[in-house]
């Protein structure tokens, strides 16, 4: 028996997403020592961009055909995803994908991203909770950046959202995709004489959504939105897999995984 893990996230370019990946990478040789621990980006995009540079990056299927060649035999697959949306589903597929005659591992289990279902609800609000930007005064809105999806596991950001607000009316949640938008989340601070308001990512990775879509200078972006509506937007930009709370959240997901091999 040879067992392994391989790690998923969409992937960055950026150095400081990396730099969260590696901090990342250490919690799990930490959690689980003794298992070889590899990653895969699901981005093509974002893999073409780090072989321009120099830096070779496998995607899922890629990753999985590699182990298999190595003579791995059961493998734990955990993302870094935040819902069970598109790409999840795409990453399932692929982990199936490898469960085919001819090429089948002994045991393929796949964790669940950080919101699987309801269950995990309670615990991702106190991570977001004790994860609050620090220099924030009393009383200062956060408004966290999902992706969104319009995919059926975009309600998990409403369970999550309703779950939010029934702690506190201090932070707010709005997705790039789906129902919640930053519109409706400008209106509500607007409605409550907000003058500033900071921004913080719930993504894995501090990459191109939150820097160019979140706080970017350009049109449409969710702090241009702020400011032209004279609202001051703080940007807050550590992506969720730097805190050790959420971290724990995937980790627990891959340890049922491991388990499941067996």
């Not at 980006?41 to 780090?50: A, D, E, I, N, P």
Request: charged share 20%; glycine share 10%.
């Amino acid at each position: 028996m040879k067992k392994g893990i391989l790690l998923v996230a969409f992937g960055s370019s950026r150095q400081e997403a990396h730099l969260t990946l590696d901090r990342f990478d250490v919690r799990v040789r930490e959690r689980f020592p003794g298992l070889p621990a590899r990653w895969a980006f699901t981005s093509g995009v974002v893999r073409g961009k780090l072989a321009e540079s120099g830096m070779k990056t496998d995607s899922v299927p890629k990753a999985l055909e590699k182990m298999w060649f190595e003579k791995y035999t059961h493998v734990a697959v955990q993302s870094l995803h935040v819902i069970t949306g598109r790409e999840y589903d795409g990453l399932a597929a692929d982990v199936a994908g490898f469960n085919a005659p001819g090429r089948a591992f002994a045991g393929l289990a796949l964790g669940g991203p950080l919101l699987r279902g309801p269950a995990d609800v309670p615990p991702a609000v106190e991570a977001i909770l004790a994860n609050l930007p620090p220099q924030r005064e009393p009383g200062d809105p956060v408004v966290l950046m999902g992706h969104g999806t319009w995919h059926a596991g975009d309600s998990l950001y409403d369970l999550l959202y309703d779950a939010l607000r029934a702690r506190t009316n201090d932070v707010f949640l709005a997705t790039m995709d789906g129902r919640l938008t930053i519109a409706e989340v400008r209106d509500a601070l607007l409605a409550r004489g907000a003058t500033r308001a900071w921004l913080q990512p719930l993504l894995a990775l501090p990459g191109r959504h939150v820097h160019h879509d979140m706080c970017g200078p350009q049109p449409g972006s969710w702090a241009t939105i702020l400011r032209t509506s004279g609202i001051t937007p703080i940007c807050a930009t550590t992506g969720t897999a730097e805190y050790p709370q959420f971290a724990a959240l995937w980790l627990d997901h891959l340890e049922e995984a491991v388990r499941e091999l067996g």
